[in-house]
């Protein structure tokens, strides 16, 4: 192995340490004094580089995550509202952002009856609808 390979392992080794820590390429390169162009040759050349470089990553991320989450998991202790309330919109169903959309549709034709009684074998094979239904419902549709 020449000087240029050596080199080039161990810059791969220390941008990969680097992106465990701060996942983000850009100042991976400037902290390891390593081009974004290097880093993107190494990464399209070098599938060993590039599967070892997406770990490192997602591993960065996750770091982030946990470090956000204690900030956030302090603010609420601290009683900051924004974080309260961020909290619960993301952990609690009732407190989750809802969208209501109301309206009426305008049939322009009705359903043949063989068209409904397929209808309702599909809601009932779903189990949206039961599967007693009235009779005279069932009956309407053969």
């Given at each position: 192995m020449n000087t240029i390979e050596?080199?080039?392992?161990?810059?791969k080794a220390l941008i990969l340490e680097q992106l465990k820590r701060t996942p983000i390429v850009q100042i991976c390169c400037e902290k390891s004094g390593i081009s974004r162009a290097s880093y993107y040759r190494w990464y399209k050349d070098d599938k060993e580089f590039?599967?070892?470089a997406d770990k490192a990553i997602l591993e960065g991320q996750l770091l982030v995550n946990d470090l956000a989450?204690?900030?956030l998991i302090s603010a609420i202790r601290d009683k900051n509202l924004s974080a309260i309330?961020?909290?619960l919109k993301t952990h609690h169903p009732s407190y989750a952002s809802k969208l209501e959309i109301t309206g009426k549709i305008?049939?322009?034709e009705q359903l043949t009856p063989d068209q409904e009684a397929l209808v309702i074998k599909a809601l009932k094979l779903a189990s949206v609808l039961p599967d007693n239904l009235p009779k005279a419902k069932e009956e309407k549709q053969k």
């Open positions: 050596k080199r080039q392992v161990k810059n590039a599967q070892a989450e204690s900030q309330v961020f909290w305008k049939h322009e």
